[in-house]
C-alpha cells in the first residue's frame, strides 16, 4: 500500500463509504458531498498524514491536502471504487439546491474565473510597459521612449489594450458558458456591443474628444459599452435565454441559422436601446462609491476594505469583488480594491510563521508550513480553515487587524494595481508599471506581515499548541527521537484514557491513541519478545529499551476475532512494519472501545508486576 492509498483508505474509512455521495478535487481540496456531516469524528480525519484542515462549505465536506497530493488521493480513492465525478458535475449538482445570494455569488465567480488569468497576464504587459518605456530608467542606459521604434509601440498597445478593449465580448461570451447559451452566439454579441460603429463610450463621457452619443428615437443615446461589466453580464443573461427559448419552439429545419439571428437581433436591441444605459449608470455608481470609501480620510476606508476581506473569503461574497475591480480596471485603468484586499495574504504568512515558531506539535508545525507554501502564491484555505478557524478566534482577528493595518496605509499613500488575480508574491508584479508604487507596496506588505507574526505570537497562540504532543515526554525520556507512527490518529494523555489499568500508570508510562484506521505498525526496530493470543497486544525488544502495544480495551475476550495478525512471538521487525490490522467496524458493532495504548514498562509511576500486565492484557 503505497502513501496516498493509505491516506484514501484512512479518509473513506473515517467519513464512512456508505456516507460518500461522490467525490470531486480541485487544486487543494478533496471535496466530498456527504449525506451526513454529523456523522464525521473531525479530529479523526485531521489526524489523517498529509490532512491540512477540513471544513464543510458549499454542501461540500472539504479536506485540504494541497496541490500535487490532492490528485493522488483522489486517483487512488477511485481505484478503491469510490463515486467520483469532476469538479464541474459536482458543482452542477450542488446549484440545483443553492437560492438567493449564495446562488448569485456562485454564477458571478463561474463567470469572472475563467477570464481572470486574460486580465491578469495583461496587467504584467502593462507592467512590463510601464518599466521598459520609463524614461527614468531608459535614462540609465542612455536611451529615452522617444527613441523607441513606433512598430513597438504599435505592438506593445496590441498587447496591453486589446483585453480591455474588448472586455464585453469576453464577459458576455463567458456569461453564455455559464447560462447555457452557445457561447460564440454571446462572443459576436460582446463584440457588437463594442463596435467601431458605435461612439466609444468613453470619448462621448469626456467633454474634450467632441464626440456625442447618437440619438435613437430622439431621445435615447447611442452608444458602445466600453467598460461595462453589468451590461456585459445582462447580454449574456437576456441572449442565453433568448436562445434556448428558440431552440425549444424553433423548427429544426430553421434552428441552425434563425435560432442565432433573433437571438442576436433581440439581444443586442434590449442591450443598447434599454439595458445598457440603465446598468452603466448603476455601474459607475459603484465605482464611484468604492473609490469614495478608499479615499475617506485617515485611511478609515482602506482598513475597513482590509478586515472586512478575510470574512469575505470565509463566506464565498469575495467573489463579487472581482466584479468590481473588473469595473475599477475598465473604468479608471487601476485597481486599488485588489491592493487593499491582498494584506489578508501577507497576514496568512505571519500567522503560519507564528504557529511555526512557537507550536511544539509537530503536526501543527507541519500544517502551518504547508499553509504558508500554498498562502505564499495565493491559495489561503489551507491556512484560513487549518488554523485560523481551527482554534480559537484570536488568531483569526488578529489576521483581520494586521490586513486592515496594511490595507489603511496603502490607501493614505495612494497604491493601486494595474491588474487583478494575483496574491502575495506574484502580487508584487502588478505594482513594477512604478518604481515607487512597488517600493511602498512591498514595505507595507512585509510590516503586515511583522504585524501579523508579532500579534500572533504573543496573543493568538492556543494552549494546547503551546503544549508538548502527549507522549512527548515519555518518548525523550527513552531515548526515542525518531519513534515512529504506531498507528494514524489523534494522541491523548494516558490519565484521560478510558482504561482505569494503564491511566493510573501502573503499567508503565506512555500514551494512547485514539485510531483513525486499524493499521497498526512498529514504532521501532526491535524484537518481538511478546505476542499475546488473539494478536491484540504486542511487546517490543529495542537496545534496552521496552515498548508495550495494546490495541482496544478489554479486546481480550474477542479471542481473537477482528485481528489479522501479520507478525508472530520472536520476529524481528522493522519500524514501520505492519504487526496487525484491527478491524475497527467490529470493534465498533461489539461495543468495544478501539484506543490503543502505547506504554513503556520500565517507567512504572506506580508498582506494577508482570501479573499484571498479564492481566491487562
Not at 10 to 25: F, M, P
Not at 45 to 72: P, R
Not at 495 to 502: G, L, M, T
Request: proline share 5%; net charge neutral; glycine share 10%.
Amino acid at each position: 500500500m503505497n502513501k496516498y492509498e493509505k491516506i484514501a483508505v484512512e479518509i473513506i474509512h473515517v467519513v464512512g463509504k456508505d456516507n460518500i455521495i461522490s467525490a470531486a478535487h480541485c487544486a487543494t481540496r478533496l471535496r466530498l458531498v456527504v449525506k451526513d456531516k454529523d456523522r464525521i469524528d473531525q479530529k479523526k480525519v485531521e489526524a489523517i498524514d498529509e490532512v491540512k484542515g477540513v471544513f464543510y462549505t458549499a454542501g461540500q465536506y472539504q479536506i485540504i491536502l494541497g496541490t500535487g497530493i490532492v490528485n493522488k488521493v483522489f486517483e487512488e480513492a477511485q481505484k478503491l471504487g469510490l463515486s467520483t465525478v469532476s469538479k464541474e458535475e459536482q458543482k452542477q449538482e450542488l446549484k440545483k439546491s443553492e437560492s438567493g445570494m449564495k446562488k448569485v455569488m456562485t454564477t458571478l465567480a463561474d463567470i469572472f474565473v475563467p477570464i481572470i488569468p486574460v486580465i491578469a497576464a495583461t496587467g504584467l504587459f502593462l507592467g512590463l510597459k510601464g518599466c521598459v518605456f520609463n524614461d527614468n530608467i531608459l535614462g540609465l542606459f542612455g536611451l529615452s521612449s522617444a527613441m523607441i521604434p513606433e512598430y513597438i509601440v504599435t505592438m506593445t498597445t496590441v498587447l496591453t489594450d486589446t483585453a480591455f478593449a474588448f472586455l464585453p465580448a469576453i464577459i458576455v461570451w463567458s456569461s453564455f458558458k455559464v447560462f447555457g447559451g452557445t457561447p460564440v452566439i454571446g462572443l459576436v454579441i460582446g463584440l457588437m456591443m463594442v463596435s467601431p460603429a458605435l461612439p466609444n463610450a468613453y470619448s462621448v463621457a469626456d467633454p474634450k474628444a467632441g464626440v456625442e452619443a447618437v440619438m435613437a428615437f430622439g431621445s435615447i443615446p447611442l452608444v458602445g459599452c466600453q467598460g461595462s461589466v453589468l451590461t456585459a453580464i445582462a447580454a449574456g443573461w437576456i441572449g442565453s435565454n433568448v436562445e434556448k427559448y428558440f431552440r425549444r419552439h424553433m423548427p429544426n429545419v430553421f434552428d441552425l441559422i434563425m435560432t442565432p439571428f433573433f437571438t442576436m437581433f433581440i439581444t443586442i436591441f434590449a442591450i443598447l436601446l434599454i439595458v445598457g444605459p440603465i446598468m452603466h449608470t448603476i455601474e459607475l455608481g459603484m465605482v464611484h462609491i468604492i473609490e469614495m470609501l478608499i479615499h475617506l480620510p485617515l485611511g478609515i476606508g482602506g482598513f475597513l476594505i482590509g478586515f472586512t476581506y478575510p470574512l469575505a473569503v470565509i463566506t464565498g461574497l469575495h467573489h463579487s469583488y472581482v466584479m468590481i475591480e473588473t469595473s475599477l480596471l475598465a473604468n479608471t485603468g487601476f485597481n486599488p480594491l485588489i491592493t487593499l484586499c491582498g494584506m489578508y495574504g501577507f497576514a496568512n504568512v505571519g500567522t503560519c510563521l507564528a504557529f511555526m515558531a512557537r507550536a511544539r506539535q509537530s503536526k501543527v508545525k507541519q500544517t502551518a508550513a504547508g499553509a504558508m507554501a500554498s498562502q505564499l502564491f495565493g491559495i489561503s484555505e489551507p491556512v484560513l480553515f487549518g488554523i485560523q478557524l481551527r482554534w480559537n478566534l484570536r488568531p483569526l482577528l488578529i489576521m483581520c487587524f494586521s490586513s486592515g493595518l496594511g490595507a489603511l496605509l496603502l490607501s493614505l499613500f495612494n497604491i493601486q494595481s494595474n491588474s487583478y488575480g494575483l496574491a502575495v508574491l506574484p502580487s508584487y508584479l502588478m505594482y513594477i508599471y512604478q518604481p515607487g508604487q512597488l517600493l511602498t507596496y512591498f514595505l507595507v506588505s512585509l510590516l503586515t506581515g511583522g504585524v501579523c507574526f508579532m500579534l500572533t505570537c504573543l496573543f493568538g497562540i492556543p494552549k494546547e499548541v503551546l503544549e508538548k504532543e502527549p507522549g512527548a515526554d515519555s518518548l525523550e525520556q527513552v531515548g526515542k527521537a525518531d519513534f515512529g507512527k504506531v498507528v494514524e490518529g489523534t494522541m491523548i494523555p494516558l490519565e484521560k484514557s478510558a482504561d482505569p489499568v494503564f491511566a493510573s500508570g501502573a503499567m508503565g508510562d506512555g500514551f494512547a491513541i485514539l485510531p483513525a484506521t486499524g493499521v497498526i505498525k512498529a514504532p521501532v526496530s526491535g524484537k518481538l519478545e511478546t505476542v499475546f493470543p488473539g494478536g491484540h497486544c504486542y511487546g517490543i525488544k529495542a537496545g534496552e529499551d521496552e515498548i508495550l502495544i495494546h490495541c482496544g480495551i478489554d479486546t481480550v475476550t474477542l479471542k481473537g476475532e477482528g485481528f489479522d495478525v501479520r507478525k508472530k512471538q520472536g520476529d524481528t521487525v522493522e519500524k514501520g512494519e505492519t504487526l496487525c490490522v484491527m478491524d475497527l467496524d467490529l470493534l465498533k458493532e461489539k461495543g468495544i472501545d478501539p484506543t490503543v495504548f502505547v506504554i513503556f514498562p520500565k517507567q512504572v509511576k506506580n508498582s506494577g508486576s508482570k501479573a499484571e500486565l498479564a492481566e491487562s492484557c
